[in-house]
C-alpha cells in the first residue's frame, strides 16, 4: 500500500493506492479533508491523526 500527503499552497490531497494492482482505495481533496478534520488539516498534529487513519483503512481493506 502507498499512501501520499500531498500539500501546495491552495489544496491538500491525500491518495491511498494498493500495490499489486494501482487499485485507488482512498482519494480525498481539501475540502473533504476540512469537512473531515477541521482545522487539524493545517497542525502538525494533523500526522498523527493521518497515519491513525491509515492504518484503520488498511485493516478495512
Known amino acids: 500500500?502507498?499512501?501520499s500527503l500531498i500539500f501546495s499552497d491552495?489544496?491538500?490531497r491525500w491518495r491511498i493506492?494498493?500495490?499489486?494492482?494501482?487499485?485507488v482505495l482512498y482519494d480525498?481533496?481539501?475540502k473533504e479533508l476540512k469537512e473531515k478534520y477541521g482545522d487539524a488539516?493545517?497542525?502538525p498534529s494533523?500526522?498523527?491523526?493521518f497515519m491513525?487513519?491509515?492504518?484503520?483503512i488498511e485493516e478495512n481493506s
Open 1 to 3: 500500500m502507498v499512501s
Open 41 to 43: 488539516i493545517r497542525s
Open 28 to 30: 480525498i481533496d481539501s
Open 10 to 12: 491552495d489544496e491538500i
Open 17 to 23: 493506492i494498493r500495490k499489486k494492482n494501482g487499485e
Open 52 to 56: 491513525e487513519s491509515l492504518q484503520e
Open 46 to 49: 494533523f500526522m498523527k491523526i
